[in-house]
């Protein structure tokens, strides 16, 4: 039986990009948190990208989840989400780039760009859905660098009665 190959799950904030190596069989085996200062361009995602990977390793596959959609770089979240996706591509390439869309799951990078608002700012719930599915209850408790998500589960479901972080 062959091993699953990893993939790098990629958080790209505002402030910070964070990133995590999960191997074969689903653990996490490294991770990095690396300052990036988007509002100031986006020279400085794919800095920490760089960085990210330096010293992960490579994937075929990435994982993301964003918010840096809100810095005052971008007009709208929706440039703001079409721009990351663009310098992530880019930067990961020829890896294979999924995008979480809330309840629509993983998307590829070509149907992310159609739904971006589903993208936008998705991160807690992504982080919600893997706690319900691990532990029996709880409180996600997600505390950012400007947002703080405080986020219920229970019997392996997120317990928000919204689905975005309006």
Do not use: C, Y
Not at 64 to 80: C, H, I, K, Q, Y
Not at 137 to 146: A, F, K, P, Q, Y
């Amino acid at each position: 039986m062959s091993a699953e190959p990893p993939v790098l799950g990629w958080d790209l904030g505002g402030a910070h990009l964070k990133a995590a190596r999960v191997d074969a069989g689903g653990g996490v085996s490294a991770v990095v948190q690396l300052p990036s200062p988007l509002w100031q361009g986006l020279g400085h995602l794919d800095s920490a990208m760089t960085a990210a990977l330096e010293r992960l390793g490579p994937a075929p596959t990435h994982a993301v989840t964003m918010t840096g959609e809100m810095v005052d770089l971008f007009p709208s979240r929706v440039a703001g989400v079409r721009a990351i996706l663009e310098a992530a591509a880019r930067r990961l390439a020829p890896g294979r780039l999924v995008v979480f869309a809330g309840s629509s799951g993983f998307l590829a990078r070509a149907q992310a760009e159609e739904r971006p608002l589903e993208i936008a700012s998705a991160n807690w719930l992504a982080s919600a859905m893997l706690a319900a599915r691990k532990l029996q209850g709880g409180i996600l408790i997600d505390v950012g660098s400007t947002t703080t998500d405080i986020v219920t589960f229970d019997a392996g479901r997120v317990l928000a009665r919204g689905s975005n972080d309006h």
